[in-house]
């Protein structure tokens, strides 16, 4: 099995648990971040670890719930198994999956899976990104009036960018936290969206679209316009059609610099 069909399968299982899983009033637990955790969770996170370990056994595993790193090993798989567990587990249906192939720190391949719209989005390096199977690609926009823009802040932030949904308004974008950063990224790749903020530092947040939107015409660097490897921990992330990219660094630089003063 080559890596695309290993990946888009693993994704249409995972999507099903998902499905079978979701209802109102679900039990969760609170990790100590104080971020939730579903029996949906571990038993994804469960499933890719057994399928990877089966069909490539010489390879890493970085997942949310928990790791199978391999010593020496190329290529990391990093995943979420519940991308937006705090919607999900409150009845929300914005969650994804999302799978990334990593070489050498570098995603080559990513899958997102939205089961609840069966929307699938995925992406190879130098392939293009595609939304059941159709190509998509970013806006063209360049401006922020009139255009949403997602800034995922939560209280695990590393990055303290709170005021930054209201200097956007400002500037005319609509501003939202989805609470799903994948779910999130995905509208950027398909043009919905013109830019996800990340001030998180977790790989699992952002591998799969890091080549899902660049795929898709867009940009994707940490907070700082660098780059970056996605198979450790990261210093957030912009995700952006790429034409808003540095106006979106200028407005983060000026929160970060006051934070450091």
């Known amino acids: 099995m080559d890596y695309k069909d290993f990946a888009i399968d693993l994704a249409y299982q995972a999507g099903e648990i998902m499905r079978q899983n979701f209802h109102v009033g679900m039990k969760k637990e609170w990790k100590s971040d104080n971020s939730p955790v579903t029996e949906t969770d571990i038993a994804i996170n469960k499933l890719v670890i057994e399928q990877i370990n089966k069909h490539f056994p010489d390879h890493s595993i970085k997942a949310e719930e928990k790791s199978d790193m391999q010593i020496n090993s190329k290529y990391v798989w990093v995943c979420d198994p519940v991308d937006g567990t705090s919607v999900f587990s409150h009845g929300i249906p914005i969650s994804t999956f999302a799978l990334a192939l990593v070489e050498d720190g570098v995603p080559i391949l990513g899958v997102a899976y939205d089961p609840f719209m069966d929307r699938l989005y995925f992406a190879q390096k130098g392939s293009g990104a595609f939304l059941n199977d159709k190509p998509i690609h970013v806006s063209n926009s360049n401006t922020f009036e009139?255009?949403?823009?997602?800034?995922?802040?939560?209280?695990?932030?590393?990055?303290?960018?709170?005021?930054?949904?209201?200097?956007?308004?400002?500037?005319?974008?609509?501003?939202?936290n989805l609470h799903s950063t994948i779910y999130a990224c995905c509208l950027v790749a398909n043009g919905e969206f013109i830019a996800t903020i990340l001030p998180h530092n977790a790989c699992h947040d952002v591998a799969a679209v890091k080549?899902?939107?660049?795929?898709?015409?867009?940009?994707?660097?940490?907070?700082?316009?660098?780059?970056?490897?996605?198979?450790?921990?990261?210093?957030?992330?912009?995700?952006?059609?790429?034409?808003?990219?540095?106006?979106?660094?200028?407005?983060?630089?000026?929160?970060?610099?006051?934070?450091?003063?």
């Open 146 to 176: 009139h255009e949403f823009i997602d800034v995922e802040n939560t209280t695990k932030s590393t990055f303290k960018l709170w005021k930054l949904h209201e200097n956007l308004y400002t500037l005319g974008a609509k501003t939202s």
């Open 211 to 261: 080549i899902i939107v660049e795929e898709a015409g867009g940009k994707v660097t940490n907070l700082f316009g660098d780059n970056q490897r996605y198979d450790q921990d990261i210093k957030g992330a912009i995700v952006s059609n790429g034409h808003i990219h540095d106006l979106l660094l200028k407005e983060i630089n000026k929160i970060l610099s006051l934070s450091k003063v």
